[in-house]
């Protein structure tokens, strides 16, 4: 069959606004779904945030947006949770809902009888210390109060924020709570710092019990600490009928224990008359802490709704913020190397204390001048080293030294000392010497002292000792010009310590290889380690003999006196060895000895005694003044002091303004070696043989 166009064209247009009509009624009924939907999400959220006016009914899964009254140090976190006091010392918060609800049911049988209610809320408490579980300040409770004067007037502390110490005790506050205490208060005869009790118009008890919870599947109880820093859920029923309170608490997340903590008669039907106020109040005393509430629901004539746990608001970290993996990697590995380095600082510390320690008493104090820091020297002679050695021997090691403050050089002479006796007279002859002053004496500098080492600091003479030029060939010779000078030197020096200085030193060690000389070439006298000092006019100590075998005076075997002709004897051994170029006491390769002084002596009696001299001196020397030193050597090394000349004359002498007397050979009626080696002398003389250390 066919339609004609123009029908087609009216069923055309029929059908669309058919179409037209159904979509509409399809968008309407969209926009009603969803008007119906954005109600029930906010009659839910007015349910879970805000109380209902139904009979007193109300929860909240966390506070943001709350209707509640706060005062005091209490907030609200922009999370949800409720603060009631935030840390601060000596101050309460209070939270509560803002309308007093009826506690009285005008159309009971008994009208005067409080209702029945119930509640439940999660709280945690933040003590000042996380390490220290067992010390908080005081803790929060749960309240129904008949009038908010009562808390207004309330104190911190001891008292809650509940009461003060007027109201404490008084009927007439009209107050019921439940604390949860976490500090021991003997005022109120509180069981403990971690209970949890019943409180009726004061802060004393009714009835209280460790913080804890009996487990359900073996009735076991089970202590929680209140200031643990984590979230516990406690709930707290009043039957009205039975007048009965039970109280039960649980770690959150854990179903309610079917054992209360608490269950004892009390009548509240006095207490919170016709409406009354529920909330929460905290305090803090001397230690600060932070009290939360996280969730709150409450029911009047019924079960309290309950909470929803995975809604409530997160607490603040109870520690410090988890460590990064990396951190956590480094940082042992840098506390490792912290301690490790930490102990190679005090190893170096110690070992540094150790390597400069000095020996120091209190008599020095008085030498202080005269006193070197021994970490000077050690730097002065770059730590003792070997290249800075200058010569070793009996008496010890010399190095050579450049002190930085002034830049100096010196010779520093390391001697093993072990024994206090006499040191103390030893040092003070020492600072004495170091007070001499003359242009053939070794300027003694100073001293240092450590545990059995003394270190004696002198002026540093470039060429040496004389004793080097005289046997060591490849120094080159000395002429006898130099050669004289340097005993008029050595014999000037001794002049002044003998009579020119203000007391008398003996040097008991005079001997070419303690003579030294600047780099001018002079003869300086060094050494004074022997080196003894007594008033001019007084009698020489007796002494132990030391000193060098061919230096020694034949008298010294018998009196163990050092004088000043012990001096010049070896002063005329030291003669004999400068002009003749040969030591004192020579051995054969048969091992018999040869003393100088006899063998010059023998050549005196040949009537030539100018053999005897160095015939290794370059460019020869003046016969005359050969003579005069020869025979001024052997006056020296006469066997019996008074025969010996003393210094002052040697120097006349020298100088020619004295003429040395008429000796022959037979003026020396026996020989130094009969002498040296006599039995009388080898029994008395107590003797150190040794080589002193040169310092050149």
């Known amino acids: 069959m066919l339609i004609p166009p123009e029908q087609k064209l009216n069923y055309a247009v029929s059908n669309s606004e058919f179409q037209l009509d159904v979509g509409a009624m399809l968008l309407q009924t969209f926009h009603l ?40 140090v209490a907030a609200v976190t922009p999370n949800g949770l409720l603060m009631l006091t935030n840390g601060s010392i000596q101050l309460k918060g209070h939270a509560f809902h803002p309308s007093p609800l009826p506690f009285r049911n005008p159309g009971a049988p008994n009208a005067t009888a ?38 207004s007037t309330a104190l911190p502390g001891q008292f809650l924020g509940l009461l003060n110490a007027t ?24 069981m403990n710092s971690n209970h949890v009790g019943v409180d009726i118009d004061s802060l004393e008890s009714r009835v209280a019990a460790d913080a804890g919870y009996y487990d359900d599947a073996t009735g076991q109880f089970r202590n929680l600490s209140l200031i643990s820093r984590k979230a516990m859920q406690v709930w707290v029923d009043y039957d009205g009928a039975a007048t009965q309170i039970k109280v039960g608490m649980a770690p959150i997340g854990l179903a309610r224990p079917k054992t209360p903590l608490l269950q004892t008669t009390v009548d509240l039907s006095d207490v919170v008359l016709d409406t009354a106020y529920v909330g929460f109040t905290s305090a803090t005393g001397i230690i600060f802490s932070r009290h939360f509430v996280l969730g709150w629901s409450f029911a009047l004539d019924g079960p309290a709704p309950a909470l929803n746990i995975s ?52 008599w020095e104090t008085e030498f202080g001048p005269h006193r070197f820091s021994y970490k000077d020297l050690f730097h002065a002679t770059k730590g003792f080293s070997d290249k ?154 007796t002494t132990h003999v030391v000193g060098t075998m061919g230096y020694l005076a034949p008298e010294l075997g018998h009196t163990g006196k050092a004088t000043p002709a012990t001096d010049v004897f070896a002063f005329g051994a030291f003669l004999l060895e400068v002009t003749c170029g040969r030591r004192p006491i020579e051995q054969d390769e048969h091992g018999n000895h040869t003393m100088l002084v006899d063998w010059v002596s023998e050549r005196w009696r040949r009537g030539s005694i100018i053999d005897a001299a160095d015939t290794m001196t370059p460019d020869g020397f ?54 040296m080696y006599s039995r009388e002398f080898n029994k008395n003389m107590t003797m150190s043989c040794v080589s002193s250390t040169s310092m050149g």
Not at 45 to 55: H, V
Not at 638 to 647: E, G, K, V
């Open 311 to 362: 809604a409530l608001p997160a607490l603040p970290p109870a520690g410090p913020k988890p460590r990064s993996k990396v951190l956590k990697i480094l940082l042992p590995i840098a506390s490792a190397t912290l301690v490790f380095a930490v102990g190679v600082a005090i190893f170096a510390l110690v070992r540094r204390r150790i390597k400069y320690a000095e020996l120091r008493e209190d």
């Open 167 to 190: 109201s404490n005790g008084d009927r007439s506050a009209h107050i019921f709570a439940v604390e949860l205490d976490t500090l021991f208060n003997a005022d109120f005869n509180d």
């Open 388 to 541: 800075q050695l200058l010569g070793a021997g009996g008496f010890g090691s010399v190095y050579k030294g450049v002190l930085r403050k002034p830049n100096t050089e010196v010779a520093v002479k390391k001697v093993s000392h072990e024994s206090k006796q006499g040191m103390k007279e030893f040092i003070a002859e020492v600072a004495s010497m170091g007070r001499l002053r003359h242009r053939n004496l070794v300027q003694l500098l100073g001293y240092c002292r450590r545990k059995g080492e003394l270190l004696l600091v002198y002026d540093y003479m470039p060429n040496g000792s004389l004793d080097k030029y005289l046997y060591d060939r490849s120094n080159g010779g000395l002429d006898w010009r130099q050669r004289l000078r340097i005993i008029r030197g050595v014999a000037s020096g001794l002049l002044y310590l003998h009579e020119d200085w203000e007391r008398v030193v003996i040097h008991r060690d005079v001997k070419a290889s303690n003579v030294l000389l600047d780099a001018e070439m002079n003869g300086r006298l060094g050494d004074f380690g022997l080196a003894r000092l007594y008033d001019h006019g007084s009698d020489a100590h």
């Open 622 to 675: 003046n016969p005359d003044e050969v003579s005069l030193v020869l025979k001024l050597g052997m006056l020296c090394s006469h066997q019996l002091p008074n025969a010996r000349p003393t210094m002052r004359q040697v120097m006349q002498y020298l100088d020619g303004d004295k003429v040395l007397p008429d000796l022959s050979p037979e003026h020396f009626g026996f020989t130094v070696m009969e002498t």
């Open 33 to 72: 779904a969803a008007l119906l939907l954005l109600l029930l999400v906010a009659a839910g959220r007015c349910a879970d945030a805000a109380a209902g006016g139904d009979g007193g009914r109300f929860v909240y899964n966390g506070f943001k947006g709350a209707n509640l009254t706060l005062d005091g």
């Open 114 to 151: 409080a209702r029945s209610f119930s509640t439940t809320f999660v709280f945690a408490i933040f003590g000042q210390f996380e390490q220290y579980t067992d010390l908080s300040s005081h803790g929060l409770a749960f309240f129904v109060a008949a009038d908010r004067a009562v808390l």
